[in-house]
T-cell receptor, first 113, second 114 residues
């Protein structure tokens, strides 16, 4: 089982739609969670961090369910510019090395007019 | 202004010919990371430096090495690239290895092997 799992998609949605992605993680010791966005052939860029019970940033809402070990990302009123791959990222604590980030393979979103 | 800068953006090398990728940062972050990302896959951590302390991932091939001569610069050396090493190589930095610290990525270097 992968440490971070995501539905690869693609999710094809019309402009203005609401879309949600889920991500599950296997390491119960993980405490930090992030969503990154990656455009085709570009680098990952931090979209938002997810702490405690989740947070909201404009059209984007991230939620964390520690009991079930999953994180979700909700995008409201989708724009064409939201088309990208969304990477779920989870920290892997290590007594020896501090923390490392483990990336999911990403969920592809395509927003169409 | 770009804060994590990778050069070159595209690199073509021949099978078995050593290649060096470079990364520089203006953030003065303590930690620098190198990731390999193949198409439709997650970025895979190769190694990282915490200040001058080098930390190699257990499954990183011996073919891959790194140098960090100072805080600002970090290099990825591939001694004898094989066809399977063709990928995007991403450099990232973070202030510390604290669990709440996100990582900031450079634009990446796309490596092709002939």
């Amino acid at each position: 089982r992968k440490e971070v799992e995501q539905d690869p998609g693609p999710f094809n949605v019309p402009e203005g739609a609401t879309v949600a992605f889920n991500c599950t993680y296997s390491n119960s010791a993980s405490q930090s969670f992030f969503w990154y966005r990656q455009d085709c052939r570009k680098e990952p860029k931090l979209l938002m961090s997810v702490y405690s019970s989740g947070n909201e940033d404009g059209r984007f809402t991230a939620q964390l369910n520690r009991a079930s070990q999953y994180i979700s990302l909700l995008i409201r009123d989708s724009k064409l510019s939201d088309s990208a791959t969304y990477l779920c990222v989870v920290n892997r604590p290590s007594l020896e090395y501090g923390n490392k980030l483990v990336f999911g393979a990403g969920t592809i979103l395509r927003v169409k007019s | 202004d770009a804060m994590v800068i990778q050069n070159p953006r595209y690199q073509v090398t021949q099978f078995g010919k050593p290649v060096t990728l470079s990364c520089s940062q203006t953030l003065n972050h303590n930690v620098m990371y190198w990731y390999q990302q193949k198409s439709s896959q997650a970025p895979k951590l190769l190694f990282h430096y915490y200040d001058k302390d080098f930390n190699n991932e257990a499954d990183t091939p011996d073919n891959f090495q790194s140098r960090r001569p100072n805080t600002s610069f970090c290099f990825l050396d591939i001694r004898s690239p094989g066809l399977g090493d063709a990928a995007m190589y991403l450099c990232a930095t973070s202030i510390t290895r604290d669990r709440n610290q996100p990582q900031h990525f450079g634009d990446g270097t796309r490596l092709s092997i002939l």
